[in-house]
Each structure stands twice: as C-alpha cells, then as structure tokens.
C-alpha cells in the first residue's frame, strides 16, 4: 500500500465514450502527477499540478483532460481516445513539485477498442 | 536531447549478485532515483544518490558517478521476489524526472 489510490483498476472504453480515472493520495502531498506507461518504454510525462494548480502540460492531446479539485484528488477525463491511446496510465504524489521521491498508484490498465 | 539507458532485460539466479547499469544524457542533474515495479503493481522508491559513491540499503546498493553519467543498482542475495522491472530516472535542472525504459529482472531457481 503506497497511500496511493487509482480506480478503476482495468478499463475498456470505445473510442465515442466518455470516462474518467480517479486519483486519491493519503500521505499529505501537495503535488499530483499522471504518467502514461507503455510496454518497453519510458514513462511518459502527463500532467502535473502543484497546490492544485497545473504547472506543466507535456503537448498532452486535448481527448485528455485532467481536473485537480483539491490536493489530496486527482482525475483524468477521456473522450474519444484512439486505440493507441490504450496503456497503464499512473498517478503519483510528492510532498512538493521539487522533493521528487514520488509515490505511485498501481495504475489504470486502459484498453481503447 | 535527454536519454536515459539501462538494458531491457536481465537474467539472474537465485542468491546470487546482480548489477543493473543505468547511463544518462540530461540538461542538469539533481539527483538519480532508482525505483522497483512488479507487474500489475505501483512502482515503489528505492534509492535516491546526489553525490558521487556507493549507497547502501540492507540488500540493495546504488552507486553514481556525476563524471560518467552512470550509475548502477547492485542487488545482492537474490530472491524470487526481486522479480520485477527496475526503472532508472534522472532528476534534470528544472526538477523534472527523465525516466529509463526500465530494465525487467528474471530471477530462476
């Protein structure tokens, strides 16, 4: 248990839905991460939002769209994802944007049909 | 452009001594994280170096050299456990973490 919560834990969505995945962190972090995760590649920088205000967007394509309601939650939404948008998506949290020992969900294993 | 190396995949044997080698390319350095990640899990923190040597913890050991651009994770007495992908990353010099592919670890009895 990492005090890192992602649900749901599998997805499978066709490219015309719409869905969410949900992020809550329990340690007291004021900084929120998602990171797209790709069989034998790197992991791909999102979104970042420090003290619920987003610091960095890396060229993310607008069919993700992240929502920060407070420090301790994090959303992902996604509308009209195509197939290769299919991966484990992760949330992580640190207790600040410069004191990077980030702490990871288990991910969302996200499959676009 | 940043980089970030460390082999795909390794084979090693119970209750031996494994090394994973990780080599970096990066605009700035603050330090190099060693993170662990088994299949289907979250990956988990290992190791944070800043400063050139050898850091060690308990069956776990990470050592850097800024000079090189290298650093190495050195995993001892082996166990099936130690089965997952290790990930090497690079914090650069505006704070932001550049990750390796990952180096996947098969343990065999």
């Known amino acids: 248990e990492t005090g890192v919560t992602q649900t749901p834990r599998h997805l499978v969505m066709g490219m015309t839905n719409k869905k969410s995945l949900k992020c809550e962190q329990h340690?007291?972090?004021?900084?929120m991460y998602w990171y797209k995760q790709s069989a034998k590649k790197p992991l791909e920088l999102m979104f970042v939002?420090?003290?619920?205000?987003?610091?960095e967007n890396n060229s993310v394509p607008s069919r993700f769209s992240p929502e920060c309601p407070n420090s301790s939650h994090l959303f992902l939404h996604l509308h009209t994802l195509q197939p290769e948008d299919s991966a484990l998506y992760l949330c992580?949290?640190?207790?600040?944007?410069?004191?990077?020992?980030?702490?990871f969900g288990a991910g969302t294993r996200l499959s676009v049909l | 452009g940043q980089n970030i190396d460390q082999p795909t995949e390794m084979t090693a044997t119970e209750g031996a001594i494994v090394q994973i080698n990780c080599t970096y390319q990066?605009?700035?350095?603050?330090?190099l994280f060693w993170y662990q990640q088994h299949a289907g899990e979250a990956p988990t923190f290992l190791s944070y170096?800043?400063l050139d040597g050898l850091e060690e913890k308990g069956r776990f050991s990470s050592f850097l050299s800024r000079s090189k651009g290298y650093s190495y994770l050195l995993l001892k007495e082996l166990q099936m456990k130690d089965s997952a992908s290790y990930l090497c990353a690079v914090l650069d010099s505006n704070y932001q973490l550049i990750w390796g592919a990952g180096t996947k670890l098969i343990i065999k009895p």
């Open positions: 990066t605009s700035g350095f603050n330090g």
């Open positions: 992580a949290s640190s207790r600040e944007r410069e004191v990077n020992i980030q702490y």
């Open positions: 170096n800043v």
């Open positions: 340690l007291g972090h004021n900084a």
């Open positions: 939002y420090n003290f619920k205000e987003q610091t």
